[in-house]
């Protein structure tokens, strides 16, 4: 297959004598194209980096080296280092131009949702924000431009619903109406007085490997965005996505379940993990960092569902409205909860 062909050959630029080898394409990223690829003896990953979301894969790969090379003389043992290629380099760009990279495979336990587990979690971020403070911020140069970058987001939002190219507006009234509604976190968001410094960016639930039962032992993944942020976000995407994952079969606002336990768990690790580097005025937004994620998730959602899906991947027409809509229902179950 010539698929199965074009992936050996970018493949063997990192392992040359690699033979019979499988690959499974991975649906778990929206964005990233990523292959499981397994070998007789051993199992990696391979992830080519979606040109559409980021413009300069260059900086990608010279962000990632600027880490490793910070992450190594500290010791960061939480960290997955990609290979080099046999041109000693850590990506390849292939015939068409897209630049692949490969990183060892970390056989990982599955976490459950239960307040122990979500400690660890909570702390590995925590903990990763504290590696941070290890890289000089002034190598590290933005991946994406306005990213996390709320009133962009709004401004952009306004536009696609003003411009409706794909004739939805009609679909969705309710949910712009409710967007509109919640104008206030913008204003929220652009009064935050807290520094920015380098954090994840996609802090979620799937990018925490643990590698053993205890959960004492794992690896941060998904470098592409580590970036100056604020660190309130990190922790809002970690809530959003533990929630997303709880209420992944809801199919209305009734539905959704905010377990106060879970949060309180997740966020004691946090601060934990961080506690070394952590400011109180961080601290004390930490839960407005949750609404501004959620917010934030939910226009990005229903702008590329407006725009025709040119960001996200999808895989049935109208995904990115149902992400929108239940990003909506976190929303308003986690204001009303507060
Ligand atoms: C995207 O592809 P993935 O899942 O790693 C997105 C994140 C969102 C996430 C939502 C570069 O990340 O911001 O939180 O989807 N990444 C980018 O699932 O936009
Ligand atoms: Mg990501």
């Known amino acids: ?25 991975l649906a778990t990223g929206n964005i990233n194209q990523t292959y499981v690829v397994k070998s007789p003896t051993k199992k990696f990953i391979l992830q080519s980096i979606n040109r559409n979301v980021f413009p300069n894969p260059e900086l990608v790969m010279s962000n990632l080296n600027e880490v490793m090379t910070s992450f190594e003389m500290h010791k960061v043992e939480e960290f997955l280092a990609p290979l080099q290629s046999t041109k000693k380099s850590n990506y390849y ?13 970390v056989n990982h336990h599955l976490v459950t949702s239960d307040a122990t587990a979500l400690r660890r979690v909570g702390f590995a971020y925590g903990n990763f924000i504290k ?23 709004f401004k952009q939002f ?15 009234q309710e ?3 409710f967007l509109k509604s919640q104008d206030h976190l913008v204003a929220t968001f652009k009064s935050l007085k807290i520094p920015k410094r380098l954090t994840h960016n996609d802090a979620k639930l799937d990018n925490i490997l643990f590698q053993n039962k205890a959960l004492t032992k794992w690896k941060v993944i998904d470098y592409d965005t580590i970036m100056s942020g604020y660190t ?9 996505s533990t929630l997303s994952m709880k209420n992944k079969e809801a199919n209305s606002l009734s539905d959704i379940v905010i377990d106060a336990k879970l949060l309180t768990a997740l966020k004691s690790g946090f601060l934990l993990g961080a506690e ?18 959620l917010y934030e998730q939910a226009i990005r959602f229903l702008s590329d569902y407006l725009s025709g899906d040119c960001y996200y991947r999808i895989e049935y027409s109208n995904q990115n409205l149902v992400r929108a809509r239940r990003h909506i ?5 986690y204001q009303k909860k507060e």
């Open 158 to 172: 306004i536009n696609v619903v003003h411009l409706d190219v794909k004739n939805r507006v009609g679909l969705c």
């Open 131 to 153: 590696d941070l403070t290890y890289i000089d911020s002034t190598k590290i140069k933005p991946t994406i431009l306005h990213f996390h970058q709320l009133d962009f987001y």
């Open 93 to 105: 760009i292939d015939e068409n131009g897209d630049y692949w990279r490969v990183f060892p495979f």
């Open 276 to 293: 070394s580097v952590i400011s109180k005025d961080e601290i004390d937004l930490l839960e407005t960092g949750v609404v501004l994620i």
């Open 175 to 177: 949910e712009i109406a």
């Open 1 to 25: 297959m010539a698929i199965v062909s074009h992936l050996e050959n970018i493949f063997r630029q990192f392992l040359p004598d690699s033979k019979e080898l499988e690959f499974e394409l």
């Open 329 to 333: 229902w976190l929303l308003k179950a």
């Open 232 to 240: 309130i976000f990190d922790f809002g995407d970690l809530v959003r």
